[in-house]
């Protein structure tokens, strides 16, 4: 079972920057992890995913904008978020899994989520 904790959700003005870490513990090893997120009213959406290897993917929608990156030496994961704007407002979430499963963005391993808020 892996544990994932979430961290750094504000709330911030439009062309802020921040940035969510996620702490991973317990004893399997997942090939992969990423970032979500789920605005009111909307479906959850995969934003982000690194790979064992260091191999990135990022929606369209953040592309540019958002980087992840991951510290394995502390087993965290983050999202540097800048250039933020309102529709950036959701629920963001960490997940964790085996490569296939976060590809399909069906991860079984989930945090219990950080809000970002992005407002003037």
């Known amino acids: 079972q892996v544990q994932l904790v979430e961290s750094g959700g504000d709330s911030v003005r439009p062309g802020g920057s921040l940035r969510l870490s996620c702490v991973a513990s317990?004893?399997?090893?997942?090939?992969?992890m990423g970032w979500f997120r789920q605005a009111p009213g909307k479906e959850r959406e995969k934003i982000a995913t690194?790979?064992?290897?260091?191999?990135?993917t990022y929606a369209d929608a953040v592309k540019g904008r958002f980087t992840i990156s991951k510290d394995n030496a502390r087993n965290t994961l983050y999202l540097q978020m800048a250039s933020l704007k309102p529709e950036d407002t959701a629920m963001y979430y960490c997940?964790?899994?085996?490569?296939?499963?976060?590809?399909?963005?069906?991860?079984?391993?989930w945090g219990q989520g950080t809000q970002v808020t992005v407002s003037s």
């Open positions: 690194i790979d064992v290897s260091g191999g990135t």
């Open positions: 997940a964790a899994d085996d490569y296939f499963r976060m590809a399909r963005g069906i991860p079984r391993y």
């Open positions: 317990g004893g399997r090893n997942t090939d992969s």
